[in-house]
Each structure stands twice: as structure tokens, then as C-alpha cells.
């Protein structure tokens, strides 16, 4: 177990291969989750289905051999074992009740109550801690607090995330209790998946970049650093990734400043600024553009190889910048693995 290429570059080790697994490796550019999906019914049946949900974690890992599996579930089972309402609509995405006054917030429960609702992600951990081959890493992962409260606050995805910027703003101290219940909540829900099984986890904060100066060090850095410090006190030896997308500079001293581990990249930074601001510091995950999975030929051999080759002096887990899309090409993933492994 020790040996996992992932926990290797998680130590700051250097690998002359480096280690990959993709972001939404499960998803709908799979036929085989299609028809998983097909099968559960919809989507949060798949989510709260452990079963289905650990097939759908391994068909990738089957297809393509990567070395580490992500747990199947979604950042917003959250807000809905907080008390939230959450449906998603075909075609556009997720919709949840809002939170608009202090007594919305007053009706969620409390951190200790959320594990009823959320004790099948749990057993989909177990089932995957089982069946995952000996040489692949599971990771389980949560929200951060800022991402999910975009959501929850606005009751659905958006451009700018206006609404909780507009409560951050306008009514701080309702803001900021919504912030700290998901910050302390986000701690037992990930503390319950490692003690499940999960061997890394991965906080994701997918609109960090929105938050700039002050507000990017208060609701980006600070439960980033909270969530780390208190999983690192009961769990000293499992890491964390943090994935402030977007953040820009703001990726500068993350790692230190947080505590995480790695720090994973999107496409807004390139691999020669990763490498001498963020690599200097530890290890990072990333960064080939997700239109690769898509596109193909000759500019994804070549890219591949240049993500590779820039990150290769450091400790570096090979990944996408951001979620693969449904309309990729599964040979395109298989070709970016052939690839970057050419020379192993
Ligand atoms: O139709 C379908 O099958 C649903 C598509 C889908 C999938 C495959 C959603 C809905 N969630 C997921 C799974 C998922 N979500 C995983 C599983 C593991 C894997 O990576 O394979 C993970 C880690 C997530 C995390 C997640 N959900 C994030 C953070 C990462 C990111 O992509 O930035 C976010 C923002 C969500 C919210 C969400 N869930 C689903 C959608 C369509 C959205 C985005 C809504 C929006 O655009 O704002």
C-alpha cells in the first residue's frame, strides 16, 4: 500500500512516470455509466445507490487503468443531508430551496445529523476500499464551503455566482453562518469517508477564482485551512488536495498558507507558471485543457508530453484541468494515458 504511485507523489515524491486520474473519469462520456445511470433511474439515485455508485467508480478504472479512483457522489449531497431540497433538471443542472433569511438557515440541521442521509456514500467507500485493485488509490472528496454555498444560496449553478456575493455583502453575519456550519459539516462528512476507506480527499472550490483579495483569504483559504488542520489532527497520514480553481495568484502559497498536500491547477494558469510558483512548494495535480478529451491527434500527444516534461522535477499528478465533458472521445483518454506512460 505504501507503494501507490499516488501517496508517493502526495509525499512529495518525484516519479519519472507520474501518476493520473482525470476529474469526472465516471461520467456520461462513458457508454457504461450511461447505462449504470439508465439503470439507477437518474443521477441522485446513483449518488445514494452504493452498489451502482461503486460500478460506476471502477468502469474507468477497468477501461483505462488509472491509478487512482474517485468516489461517485456530488459536492451538493451536502446542502441536501443539511436539509436542503435538491432535484436535478435534465439538460440544465441542479436546483436546490434556497437560504435568503436567518430562519432558512435556522431550519438546516446541525453537523452531527447529516450521516443518515449520507451513510450510503459511505458504503459505496466500503465496497470500493474491497474491490479497488491493490495498486489503485480511492479518493473521497467534498465541497468546499464557498462552492457549495453558491449553490446554496443562489439554488442553482451560476456565471458569477452573484447571489452569494450579493449575501456576503449584504447580510455578512447570515453569510458567514452559512459558511461556518458547511465548513464544520464538510469536516465529519470527509472524516466519515476516510474512516470508510478513502485514502486521500479532495476539496473541491470550482469558484474560488470569484473571490478576490480579502473575501479569497476568508472563504477560500481560511475553511480550506480549518477543513485541513482538524482532518490532519484526527488523520495525520491521509492528504488532502485542494483545488482552488481559478484562483491565479491566488494559487501562490495555498498550499502553505491551507496546509493541503497537493494543490491541483486549472487551464487558466500554464504548466511553466505552475511549475515555478505553485511546484516550488510541493506537489500539484494537473493541468491538460479538458477539449483535449475531445479534439485528439497529434496537439494531445504533444501536449500530453509538454504537462509532462514541465511538471517533471517535481512531485506532479498528471490530471485534467477540469472536468472531462460529455461529447470526449474514450479513445482520447485511453491515447493521453498511452502517452504520458510512452517511456515507462
Ligand atoms: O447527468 C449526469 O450523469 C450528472 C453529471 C454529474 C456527474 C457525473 C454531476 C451533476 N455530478 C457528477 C459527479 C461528480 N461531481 C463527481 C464524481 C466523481 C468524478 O469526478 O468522476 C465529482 C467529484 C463532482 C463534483 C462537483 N459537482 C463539482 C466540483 C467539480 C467541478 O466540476 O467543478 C461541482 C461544481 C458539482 C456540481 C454539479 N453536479 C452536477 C453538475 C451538472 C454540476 C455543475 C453545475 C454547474 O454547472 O454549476
Request: hydrophobic share 40%; glycine share 8%; proline share 6%.
Amino acid at each position: 500500500m505504501a507503494d501507490k504511485t499516488i501517496l508517493k507523489a502526495l509525499r512529495g515524491e518525484t516519479q519519472s512516470v507520474p501518476p493520473i486520474w482525470m476529474m469526472r473519469q465516471a461520467g456520461r462520456y462513458l457508454p457504461e455509466y450511461r447505462a449504470t445511470r439508465a439503470q439507477a433511474g437518474d443521477f441522485l439515485k446513483l449518488c445514494y445507490n452504493p452498489e451502482l455508485a461503486a460500478e460506476v467508480t471502477l468502469q474507468p478504472i477497468r477501461r483505462f487503468g488509472f491509478d487512482a479512483a474517485i468516489l461517485f457522489a456530488d459536492i451538493l449531497l451536502l446542502p441536501q443531508a443539511l436539509g436542503a431540497d435538491l432535484w436535478f433538471v435534465t439538460g440544465e443542472g441542479p436546483r436546490l430551496s434556497t437560504i435568503t433569511q436567518q430562519s432558512d438557515f435556522n431550519a438546516l440541521k446541525g453537523k452531527d445529523d447529516i450521516h443518515k442521509v449520507l451513510n450510503p456514500v459511505y458504503e459505496t467507500v466500503k465496497i470500493l476500499a474491497q474491490e479497488l485493485p491493490d495498486e489503485t488509490t480511492l479518493i473521497g472528496f467534498a465541497g468546499a464551503p464557498w462552492t457549495v454555498a453558491t449553490y446554496m444560496l443562489a439554488g442553482r449553478g451560476t456565471p458569477d455566482q452573484g447571489p452569494a456575493h450579493a449575501l456576503r455583502m449584504g447580510n455578512n453575519e447570515l453569510f458567514e453562518n452559512v459558511i461556518n456550519l458547511l465548513t464544520v459539516s464538510t469536516i465529519e462528512y470527509l472524516d466519515m469517508q476516510i474512516r470508510a476507506g478513502a485514502e486521500v480527499v479532495k476539496i473541491f472550490d470550482s469558484w474560488a477564482g470569484s473571490l478576490k483579495g480579502e473575501a479569497f483569504e476568508k472563504y477560500a483559504v481560511e475553511p480550506a485551512r480549518l477543513i485541513t488542520r482538524e482532518l490532519k489532527r484526527r488523520h495525520p497520514n491521509v492528504p488532502i488536495i485542494g483545488f482552488p480553481r481559478e484562483a491565479g495568484d491566488g494559487y501562490i502559497g495555498f498550499a502553505k498558507k491551507t496546509g493541503v498536500d497537493c494543490v491541483a491547477l486549472d487551464n487558466s494558469v500554464t504548466p511553466e507558471w505552475g511549475a515555478a510558483n505553485v511546484q516550488v512548494d510541493g506537489c500539484v495535480q494537473g493541468n491538460l485543457k479538458s477539449s483535449h478529451m475531445v479534439t485528439g491527434g497529434q496537439d494531445l500527444i504533444d501536449e500530453v508530453r509538454h504537462v509532462r516534461d514541465t511538471f517533471a522535477k517535481g512531485p506532479h499528478i498528471f490530471n485534467l484541468g477540469h472536468g472531462i465533458t460529455p461529447d470526449a472521445d474514450p479513445d482520447n483518454v485511453a491515447l493521453m494515458i498511452e502517452t504520458l506512460r510512452e517511456n515507462a
